[in-house]
């Protein structure tokens, strides 16, 4: 790989740790979900009924799990960037397989909020 290919995926790699770190802080550091205070915001999604529409304290924390999951996607993805301009192929593929579970994330958030707002 040449330097200038090492230096754009550098670049790429760099994008997406910000990205991804900015997403986390949004999940971590955002208020909670108004009535539901002391319990996860996943258990405030799960516990969200079919008959309640609009719940919005549970739209927020599946949007939350959303963020969550596209956070670590991107951190991940950042990893295995970084793996592959250092020519450790074989480990960056198997990164970037890993990436497949918290995409299993993303669907149940969505999920989550079709259930909330529903």
């Known amino acids: 790989m040449t330097p200038e290919q090492n230096g754009r995926l550098g670049g790429r790699s760099l994008l997406l740790y910000a990205t ?15 009535y539901e205070e002391g319990r996860s915001f996943l258990t405030v999604a799960q516990a969200s009924p079919w008959d309640r529409w609009w719940d919005w304290a549970a739209a927020w924390c599946s949007v939350k799990i959303i ?7 991107s951190l991940i993805a950042a990893l295995g960037i970084l793996l592959k301009s250092l020519n450790q192929e074989f480990w960056a593929k198997a990164i970037l397989v890993l990436s497949a579970v918290p995409g299993l ?9 079709v259930k909330a707002l529903l």
Request: hydrophobic content about 60%; glycine content about 20%.
């Open 67 to 73: 963020l969550l999951s596209l956070g670590i996607i």
């Open 105 to 113: 994330g993303v669907g149940l958030g969505a999920y989550y909020l």
């Open 20 to 34: 991804g770190f900015y997403l986390l802080v949004i999940v971590f550091l955002s208020p909670h979900a108004g």
